[in-house]
């Protein structure tokens, strides 16, 4: 290769007759694939550049500026890809050339420059010419008037030399060429192959004007006239790139453009309508801030940071004092963008606003003043927690520990409502700032928040303050534990005094809610979970009918804890293993009580409540680790298939526990499955389940042969559960070939064919979730279901169920098997086969196919639907005729959103859209009657120029719903026509 460079290769006979040749092909011949072959051999070492140019000579200086073209494009071609093997000589007198070349025609220009971005890429570029090309490039080309891919040639030869050489002198002119372009004002062109968005070219530019501080004193003036303009996108673009510069500048290139850009950021603030340019101006405030935070300064420089903040102050600091007016909000928002960008600034704009804060909320005595004051105080404390804990420069903040608190305290105990929720959302940040609070303001804390939680009137504020007291706990578990639990424990066993039951239910009510939101640190659940069980218990005992809703009520505060101690591997399992024997207990001893006859606890049967107990057992399981739950399902299991109660608390019981024997007698135990689905449809799938088969079986006999549609289904949900959770092999396939045997006769005929259908739904959800092989046997068999005059509406109402999350079984969280894109595929294998059987229906049927299709539809992905929407629409908008409540529900919550999905599709259908929603905005349904309305609504997407025609009629029928005499109807109407009266006028 060296000598190849040096030019002792092979470049002589044979060789220079095929490089001549090549030259001949490329330049003349309009061959480029030659170009290729040329640099080949200059790199294996076959020719020198030298050889090539020589063998260009005639190319180069030909009269005809095509010729001359074609010559350069050949050589900068090779050089591309041989410039790395260049001597430093080569470079000198390639560079001399192709400068020189600069001056040339203008079709030979962009070769010249390729040549040139080439060279640019050299190592051994001799010192000095960077500065020589650019200037070459700067004094010969007219750069904005050269094609795109010529500029971005030109680009690319800059950016190589300010990676990699000395910093030219042409500050000002490349700053020239590139902000001409500022701000971009680009529109792609239709059916552009390159897909570039004008965003695109945004960040592009940005990137460059942000790339080095010495564009400063060229940009800064450029953006401040910028933000003056009439155009709210340069206003956004110029905002933009300020906050981009401000990550590389220093406070040199800031100084002298500070109290300009102060200016202009301070009137766009105060007087823009935009919330865009707004939010732009705070983001820019806040990047300037920062960017002055982190000069290093030097003893005798200015503090431009304390200079550039008591110029914020001095501007917005009085408006403050001005609770009423339009001003206030807009300075108080300065102020923190500008004390949010370090601590130094924070400290430097607390310190002379909290204490003008404070003193105005003591000043004002309305309650709405003194919300605002206390809102923009919150703002200023809240800022204070992106720093965490600092010892140093506290003592501001600490200094006012006392009035702070004070005027907290006072908020919480004011009549207003909003005024209290801002007091606990203060209370919230005060609580979250290490060591501000002390040992006296905290039980004061926990005494305001029990007080708001159980006594205050307004829910809102009760629920706030159950809120804060959650979000506080973590810092404080001791505190709470020894100062709230017992006071809502006692609370919670009072008896009812002088106050009505309906009062001290209520009562109860929150101090459930209560107990569970505080339960937040595994210290405080440890607590407050007894306490919750007790009362179940107590409840149990003395339960008649009535007491179901209060057993409901334990039971989702339960729930709360499960969720909030999940993460926590020592609280899950404390949690698991407390709550779970006890409610399996005190549900078997209910059962057990039933079936002798005894009538105590019967209310913990209840539908209502078994229910409640699901997402109890459910959340309590599906965090464990599988160690963990493999030591529980080891006593659950046996529990329900052999009666194995020694496990359980309190274990007395008058009889064995066997839910899966027969007998009338034992129907209360059967109820019980649903704790059983509960807890192994929760289980991680590599938890092993002691006798998974024989428990299949048993689930599978219940499902089909109970009584009791309650227990039925769920041990068809159970089994489907296990089923989708089930390793595929032979066990498998066998237990479904039994469910398959035992399903198809009961679907043919005989009083239990909906619990087959029910338990064929389930198992189909199961299948159709993991991709199983059977799926596609199991859904032609429900599609045939459709024909059916007994079952087809309830098959079609299965299509739902198919598509749809589950809330207890079969969803990921439980840890189900469930493939991406379920739905998608269910879709293209069962939709087709829905149209066609629509189609070949009877009168009498057809509505079952339609409502099996808008459940599908309603449920798939709106992208995918959108695609499909060609071939549905006609058959969706038949469906809108169907007289069936849930498929013209299903239908129109299909449409609804379709219109601004495919708002071009939907055009096409406008008269029958209109028609139809039209005439269903009277349906005697209300449900019917507000989707209709919302449809109507959402058709004003639609292109103005297709709706005016329709505008008059559909102003007139929207004045009937306006007398609907249902609220909700009443308000649909009044959007929708609002909306259709705005039709065409300026600016929509």
Request: glycine share 4%; with cysteine.
């Amino acid at each position: 290769m060296a000598a190849a460079r040096t030019g002792t290769g092979t470049g002589t006979g044979a060789g220079a007759a095929a490089l001549a040749a090549s030259v001949q092909d490329f330049v003349v011949g309009q061959q480029d694939g030659r170009a290729a072959e040329v640099a080949a051999g200059v790199k294996d070492g076959s020719w020198t550049v030298l050889q090539l140019v020589e063998a260009l000579g005639s190319s180069l200086e030909n009269t005809d500026p095509r010729t001359r073209g074609r010559g350069i494009q050949l050589l900068s071609q090779v050089l591309l890809q041989c410039y790395s093997l260049l001597q430093e000589k080569e470079v000198l007198h390639l560079i001399l050339f192709y400068e020189n070349r600069l001056q040339d025609h203008h079709l030979v220009i962009p070769s010249v420059l390729q040549g040139l971005q080439a060279l640019s890429m050299c190592e051994l570029l001799p010192s000095g010419l960077a500065v020589s090309v650019l200037k070459a490039i700067f004094q010969e080309v007219h750069v904005q008037s050269l094609m795109q891919l010529d500029r971005h040639t030109v680009y690319r030869i800059i950016t190589n030399f300010m990676g990699t050489r000395e910093e030219g002198p042409f500050v000002e002119e490349l700053f020239e060429v590139t902000s001409c372009y500022f701000p971009i004002d680009f529109t792609p062109p239709p059916n552009d192959p390159h897909g570039i968005q004008r965003e695109d070219l945004i960040m592009s530019l940005r990137a460059v004007l942000a790339s080095t501080a010495q564009f400063a004193e060229f940009l800064l003036p450029l953006l401040i006239e910028k933000m003056d303009s009439d155009l709210q996108s340069a206003k956004l673009d110029s905002l933009q790139t300020l906050t981009a510069c401000c990550a590389i500048y220093g406070q040199k290139e800031l100084q002298e453009f500070l109290t300009s850009l102060w200016s202009s950021l301070r009137r766009e603030v105060f007087q823009t309508a935009s919330e865009k340019v707004e939010a732009e101006c705070l983001t820019a405030l806040h990047a300037l801030s920062a960017c002055l935070s982190r000069s290093v300064l030097s003893s005798d420089a200015e503090d431009l940071l304390d200079s550039f903040l008591s110029t914020i102050l001095q501007d917005c600091r009085h408006h403050l004092c001005e609770p009423d007016m339009k001003l206030v909000w807009p300075s108080a928002k300065l102020l923190q963008a500008a004390a949010g960008a370090s601590i130094r600034a924070y400290h430097r704009v607390t310190r002379s606003v909290l204490p003008l804060l404070l003193e105005q909320y003591n000043k004002h005595t309305q309650s709405s003043q003194r919300r605002t004051i206390l809102e923009m105080l919150l703002s200023f404390l809240e800022l204070k927690q992106n720093w965490g804990h600092v010892e140093e420069d506290e003592s501001t903040l600490l200094l006012l520990r006392a009035p702070v608190c004070s005027v907290v305290f006072s908020a919480l105990t004011d009549p207003s409502v909003q005024l209290q929720l801002v007091g606990v959302r203060a209370l919230t940040v005060l609580g979250s700032l290490q060591g501000f609070l002390s040992p006296s303001d905290l039980e004061l804390v926990v005494d305001h928040l029990i007080r708001l939680a159980l006594h205050e009137e307004d829910s809102q504020s009760s629920e706030a303050a159950m809120e804060a007291a959650g979000s506080l706990a973590p810092f404080y578990p001791k505190v709470f534990s020894e100062r709230m639990v017992p006071r809502l424990q006692e609370e919670l066993q009072s008896e009812p005094g002088e106050e009505s039951s309906h009062h001290h239910c209520s009562l109860r009510q929150r101090c459930l809610r209560a107990l569970a939101a505080v339960s937040t640190h595994t210290g405080i659940v440890r607590e407050t979970v007894p306490v919750l069980l007790q009362h179940l218990r107590k409840v149990q005992k003395g339960s008649q009918g009535g007491d179901a809703q209060e057993m409901v009520s334990v039971c989702q505060s339960l729930h709360r804890v499960a969720l909030q101690c999940q993460q926590d591997v020592q609280g899950c399992w404390y949690y698991h293993q407390t709550v779970v024997p006890c409610l399996l207990a005190m549900a078997v001893q209910a059962a057990l009580q039933e079936s002798t006859h005894r009538p105590l606890g019967k209310a913990l049967l209840d539908e209502e409540v078994l229910a409640a107990m699901v997402p109890v057992i459910s959340a309590a399981t599906t965090h464990l680790s599988p160690e963990l739950a493999a030591q529980s399902v080891s006593h659950v299991v046996p529990l329900f298939l052999d009666g194995e109660v020694s496990f359980l608390p309190q274990n007395s019981f008058p009889c064995s526990f066997q839910p899966f024997e027969h007998g009338e007698c034992l129907e209360a135990q059967r109820r019980l499955v649903i704790l059983l689905m509960a807890f192994v449809c929760s289980l991680p799938r590599n938890v092993a389940i002691p006798q998974q088969e024989r428990l299949l079986r048993e689930l599978l006999a219940l499902s089909c042969s109970c009584n009791c549609s309650f227990t039925a289904t769920t041990a068809a949900k159970c089994f489907a559960g296990l089923v989708n959770k089930h390793p595929a092999g032979q066990q498998l396939d066998e237990i479904l070939q039994l469910a398959m045997n035992r399903m198809e006769p009961s679907l043919a005929e005989g009083p239990r064919r909906m619990q087959a259908l029910t338990l064929l739904l389930w198992v189909t959800k199961a299948l159709v979730l993991r991709y199983h092989p059977l799926t596609s046997c199991l859904t032609d068999k429900l599609l045939g279901l459709l024909g059916d005059t007994e079952l087809g509406p309830a098959a079609a109402d299965g299509f739902s169920l198919l598509m749809a999350e589950t809330p207890d079984v079969l969803h990921k969280n439980c840890h189900a098997d469930v493939r991406i894109m379920f739905r998608q595929r269910f879709f293209t294998d069962n939709v087709p086969k829905l149209v066609q059987g629509f189609h070949s229906a009877g009168p009498d049927i057809k509505a079952n196919y339609l409502k099996g299709l808008s459940h599908v539809l309603n449920h798939l992905p709106k992208p995918v639907l959108v695609t499909e929407l060609p071939t549905l629409l006609s058959l969706l908008l038949e469906a809108l005729s169907c007289s069936d409540r849930v498929v013209q529900l299903s239908t129109l919550s299909c449409l609804q959103p379709l219109m601004l999905e495919a708002p071009q599709i939907m055009s096409l259908h406008i008269d029958t859209l209109v028609t139809k929603f039209l005439s269903l905005a009277s349906s005697p349904t209300m449900d019917v009657r507000i989707a209709a309305l919302r449809c109507a609504h959402a058709l004003t997407s639609l292109p103005t120029v297709v709706l005016l025609p329709y505008k008059a009629r559909v102003i007139r029928a929207l004045a009937k719903p306006l007398d609907d005499k249902k609220r909700l109807v009443r308000r649909e109407a009044v959007a929708a026509r609002g909306e259709w009266f705005l039709l065409g006028s300026p600016g929509r």
